[in-house]
C-alpha cells in the first residue's frame, strides 16, 4: 500500500502542473485579447515592448519640449535682461547724446548770441548818407512838377535817415526849405536792402514861382542827427538829360518810411 501511495504522489504533482500550465495558457490568451490585462499584468522588471518603447519615447520627446521651453524662455529672459541693459545703455548714451547735444546746442546758442552780441557792437546802426546808400531821383507825372528821392541802404549795418535831404540843384548856394508838415512820427530806418523815400515840388504848378531855370545837375545832402548841416558824403543822384525846371517855390519832404506818404505832398 506504501508503494502505491508512494507511486500516486508524483502523478498528483503532475496533475497539478498541468493545471498551472493550462491556467498560464489562459493568462496568455486573455493577455492578447485587447482587453487591457496586459497592461495591468505588467510587472516591475519585464521588459519594455514596443508600445512601451513609444511612450518612453513620447515622455521624452514632451520633456525635452518643456525642457527646450524653458530653455527657450530662460534664453528669452535673459535675452531681454542683457538687451534690457543694452537697451538701457542706448538710451543712456542716447541721453548723453542729446545732453551733449544740448550742451552743444546751448554752447551753438551762446556762441550764436556772443556772435549776435559782437554782431550787435560792430553792428551798431550808423547815420544813413553817400557810401552806404545809393540814391536815385525820378521825375513825377502826379502830382505835377515833383521830383522822387529814394535812398536805398546798401551797407550791411542799419542806418538811419535824420530829418530832410539837403538839396543843391546845379550851382545853388542855399537848399530849399522843408515842408513841416510833413515830419513823420519816429526818424525812417532802413534795414539792409531797404529803401527810404521824400519828394521834390520843384515848380509852382500854375506858373506862379518866380526865378524858374533849368537845371542839369543835382546833389543830396544828408543829415545827421542833431539836424545841424550834413554829415558824411552826399549822392549825386543822375537827372533827365534835358535837365528839370525849377523856381523859388522849390520845396522838399522830411524822409518817409513809405513811397505813397513821400508823394502825398
Known amino acids: 500500500m506504501s508503494s502505491f501511495r508512494t507511486a500516486r504522489t508524483p502523478r498528483v504533482r503532475l496533475v497539478g502542473a498541468a493545471a498551472t500550465v493550462v491556467l498560464a495558457a489562459l493568462s496568455l490568451t486573455a493577455c492578447n485579447d485587447g482587453t487591457g490585462v496586459k497592461s495591468e499584468g505588467r510587472a516591475t522588471g519585464t521588459a519594455p515592448t514596443a508600445n512601451d518603447a513609444a511612450t518612453a519615447t513620447s515622455q521624452d520627446e514632451s520633456e525635452a519640449g518643456t525642457t527646450q521651453g524653458s530653455g527657450t524662455d530662460t534664453s528669452a529672459s535673459g535675452g531681454n535682461g542683457p538687451a534690457g541693459k543694452t537697451s538701457s545703455s542706448k538710451a543712456s548714451a542716447g541721453t548723453g547724446g542729446t545732453g551733449g547735444a544740448g550742451k ?60 530832410y535831404p539837403a538839396v543843391q540843384f546845379g550851382e545853388a548856394q542855399a537848399v530849399p526849405p522843408v515842408i513841416e508838415d510833413s515830419q513823420p512820427q519816429a526818424v525812417v530806418t532802413l534795414e539792409p536792402g531797404q529803401s527810404g523815400y521824400a519828394s521834390m515840388n520843384l515848380a509852382a504848378a500854375d506858373g506862379s514861382g518866380t526865378n524858374g531855370h533849368t537845371v542839369k545837375s543835382l546833389t543830396v545832402h544828408f543829415q545827421g542827427r542833431s539836424g545841424n548841416g550834413s554829415v558824411g558824403t552826399g549822392a549825386h543822384p543822375s537827372l533827365p538829360t534835358q535837365g528839370v525846371y525849377v523856381d523859388d517855390s522849390l520845396k522838399v519832404t522830411y524822409w518817409q518810411q513809405s513811397m505813397d506818404d513821400a508823394v502825398s505832398w
Request: aromatic share 4%.
Open 104 to 163: 552743444s546746442g546751448g554752447s551753438g546758442q551762446a556762441a550764436a548770441s556772443g556772435g549776435s552780441s559782437g554782431a550787435g557792437a560792430s553792428g551798431k546802426p550808423v547815420t544813413c548818407e553817400g557810401s552806404v546808400t545809393r540814391t536815385t531821383a525820378a521825375p513825377l507825372t502826379r502830382p505835377v512838377n515833383h521830383m522822387l528821392l529814394t535812398v536805398t541802404n546798401t551797407g550791411s549795418r542799419t542806418c538811419f535817415l535824420y530829418g
